[in-house]
């Protein structure tokens, strides 16, 4: 796996050990090897002390391109999923004549966006110098 070679490899990283495994945490992300050679990524961005799975379609951008990419694809999904989700929080609200919290989902809407806007900067910026 292209990312865990690369934060191995780094000179500037400190890897976390436990008796089973190496991990490392940054850009709301947790990759671990174990001692048996497996990997797992999760999510750490979940407002709980819940962590989860990353999609697979987002594993193989941790595998294929690499830590920097994989983290930034996996803050811009995160972002995009919880957008959709106040988007839909919106229209409820109007269906509800809730003006007022209409005006507050639409600011925590643009603010999503905004972030995953950001992201898909990133991870074009990065693509754009291999």
Do not use: Q
Not at 5 to 26: A, F, M, V
Not at 55 to 82: N, Q, S
């Amino acid at each position: 796996m292209k990312a865990w070679e690369e934060i191995e490899n780094d000179p500037h990283i400190s890897l976390y050990e436990t008796l089973k495994s190496r991990y490392y945490i940054d850009h709301g992300c947790k990759i671990e090897r174990f001692n048996d050679g497996r990997f797992e990524l999760k999510n750490l961005m979940t407002n709980s002390d819940h962590y989860e799975d990353v999609p697979e379609e987002i594993v193989e951008v941790f595998a294929e391109d690499g830590w920097l990419i994989g983290a930034f694809t996996m803050c811009a999904h995160v972002y995009k999923t919880r957008a959709h989700k106040v988007a839909y929080l919106v229209e409820r609200a109007k269906i509800n004549e809730n003006d007022e919290l209409v005006d507050r989902l639409l600011g925590t809407y643009e603010r999503l966006k905004k972030k995953y806007e950001d992201y898909e900067m990133r991870i074009e910026k990065i693509y754009s110098s291999l």
